[in-house]
C-alpha cells in the first residue's frame, strides 16, 4: 500500500502552526487529524487524514489519550462495539490506545453513554 506521507507533512506542518485548541472532556467524541503512520499504526483517511476518536482522559490542557474509532465490522476483544457515531456501527479500537495533541482536533460529534465509557475505561485499564 502506498502512503500519502508528502502530503500528510503538508497538513502537519498548518496543524503544528494551530495557535487555538479546542476545550475538550474526556467521554467526549472528536474528528480528529491522525494522519499517516507508520506500519500498523491507525491512519487517518480522506484528504484530511481524519479519524473520529473518543477521548478517554485528559493529561493536560493540551494532551489527552484517544481511542481510534473504526466502523470495520471484524470482532476482537480489542475492538469493543459502542453504538452508533454519526449513524454508523462504531467500534473503539484499544489496540490503538495514544497520546494526542489537542492541536489535532478538528469537531466534537458528540459524548459516549456513560456506561459503555466505563466499560471502555475498565477495559483499558485491565490491559495495563
Known amino acids: 500500500m502506498i502512503k500519502g506521507f508528502d502530503s500528510w507533512n503538508e497538513k502537519k506542518k498548518k496543524i503544528h502552526n494551530r495557535t487555538d485548541s479546542p476545550f475538550f472532556h474526556g467521554r467526549e467524541i472528536w474528528w480528529c487529524s491522525l494522519g499517516v503512520n ?13 479519524r ?48 494526542v495533541d489537542t492541536k489535532r482536533l478538528v469537531r466534537k460529534i458528540g459524548y459516549l453513554d456513560k456506561k459503555i465509557f466505563e466499560r471502555i475505561r475498565k477495559t483499558v485499564k485491565d490491559m495495563l
Request: aromatic share 4%; net charge neutral; glycine share 8%.
Open 52 to 99: 473520529p476518536v473518543l477521548v478517554l482522559k485528559s493529561l493536560s490542557r493540551k494532551t489527552f489519550l484517544a481511542v481510534p474509532l473504526t466502523t470495520s465490522e471484524k470482532s476482537h476483544i480489542m475492538r469493543p462495539s459502542i453504538g452508533k457515531v454519526e449513524g454508523e456501527e462504531a467500534h473503539a479500537l484499544l489496540s490503538q490506545l495514544r497520546v
Open 38 to 50: 507508520i506500519g500498523f499504526e491507525q491512519d487517518g483517511s480522506g484528504d484530511e487524514y481524519r
